[in-house]
């Protein structure tokens, strides 16, 4: 196997052009999808190789509960500089699970406070508390989905953009993107290369957001007003995977899209243009770095197995 055992761990920098091409080409719905896809397989096989490269490093320390098996020459030479890879993976998986606990752990305390915030509030679709704060998301999970809304922000914004700002809340919870979001989040922190997919995520998912409301409104000006207006007095959201009109990132991308036609209904271009051949080259490197990922964690994986003794 070689040097090919490191393959699952450098290959998701094949994602990076067609993170590029997804976002610039495809419609918001389909590059949303694609890329959570993508970087969810691809942290998935960069985490079972590096779970397996701590075993064969485990197994070569002293009095280690693993079978010997594993820390016979047959194992050991499948992985280029045993020694010091083996034994380096385990802190570097360590620091991936607890970073993926963290953060799993604060999604779900930022959740319970948001709906404790809103204990005593009427038991309906929108919240609106009385807050000199301007922001606005959408809030998933509990009880049921809400959309919450300060009394601040809605003194910024006329009828057309208030009914922009809620139709675009909507989008994101009919649409579920804060499990698109989280599965990003946690795959750049699985593995750092990743990192780009989480940006490309966290833009087209507010464009499909911004397309929805821009549908339902009728008015793509109106909603381009809003994301402005929003953005200059937001502060923000509770947590990176609530969604909402003025979550950071490029917002003069989102605006200029506004102003612009919005993009085709069909959901991937035709192969014989430049921008199909592009977009399925990449699609296609994308697919067989993943098939080379999993086939050199399967490899190790079966290694070990067959070092098991019976």
């Given at each position: 196997m070689g040097v090919f055992v490191f393959l699952p761990l450098v290959l998701p920098l094949t994602a990076w052009p067609i993170a590029r091409l997804a976002t610039q080409h495809l419609h918001p719905r389909t590059a949303t999808t694609l890329l959570s896809g993508v970087a969810a397989v691809m942290a998935l096989c960069s985490t079972l190789c590096l779970g397996l490269l701590m075993v064969v490093g485990t197994a070569q320390l002293p009095g280690n509960p693993l079978p010997?098996?594993?820390?016979?020459?047959?194992?050991?030479?499948?992985?280029?500089q045993d020694e010091i890879v083996g034994k380096a993976a385990i802190p570097v998986l360590l620091t991936v699970v607890v970073s993926c606990a963290r953060t799993l752990w604060h999604q779900c305390r930022i959740r319970r406070r948001a709906h404790a915030a809103l204990?005593?509030?009427?038991?309906?679709s929108v919240a609106v508390l009385p807050d000199a704060e301007p922001y606005a998301y959408a809030l998933p999970a509990g009880p049921r989905d809400r959309i919450v809304v300060s009394t601040a922000m809605l003194s910024c914004l006329d009828a057309q953009e208030r009914r922009a700002l809620f139709a675009h809340e909507r989008a994101h919870l009919a649409a579920r993107h804060h499990r698109h979001l989280l599965i990003v989040r946690l795959a750049a922190q699985a593995n750092p290369f990743l990192?780009?997919?989480?940006?490309a995520v966290s833009y087209v998912a507010e464009r499909w957001a911004d397309e929805e409301a821009a549908q339902s409104v009728g008015s793509r000006r109106a909603v381009a007003?809003?994301?402005?207006?929003?953005?200059?007095?937001?502060?923000?959201?509770?947590?990176?995977?609530?969604?909402?009109?003025?979550?950071?990132?490029?917002?003069?991308?989102?605006?200029?899209?506004?102003?612009?036609?919005?993009?085709?209904?069909?959901?991937?271009?035709?192969?014989?243009?430049?921008?199909?051949?592009?977009?399925?080259?990449?699609?296609a490197g994308v697919a067989l770095s993943a098939m080379s990922s999993a086939n050199s964690a399967v490899t190790l994986l079966l290694l070990l197995h067959a070092a098991t003794p019976l």
């Open positions: 010997d098996g594993w820390s016979d020459p047959e194992v050991r030479e499948s992985v280029p204990a005593g509030l009427r038991d309906t990192l780009p997919l989480r940006t007003r809003a994301i402005g207006k929003a953005a200059l007095v937001s502060r923000g959201t509770p947590g990176p995977t609530l969604a909402a009109l003025a979550a950071p990132g490029p917002l003069p991308r989102r605006v200029a899209a506004l102003l612009a036609p919005p993009p085709p209904a069909r959901t991937w271009p035709p192969l014989f243009t430049a921008v199909g051949l592009a977009l399925w080259s990449a699609a």
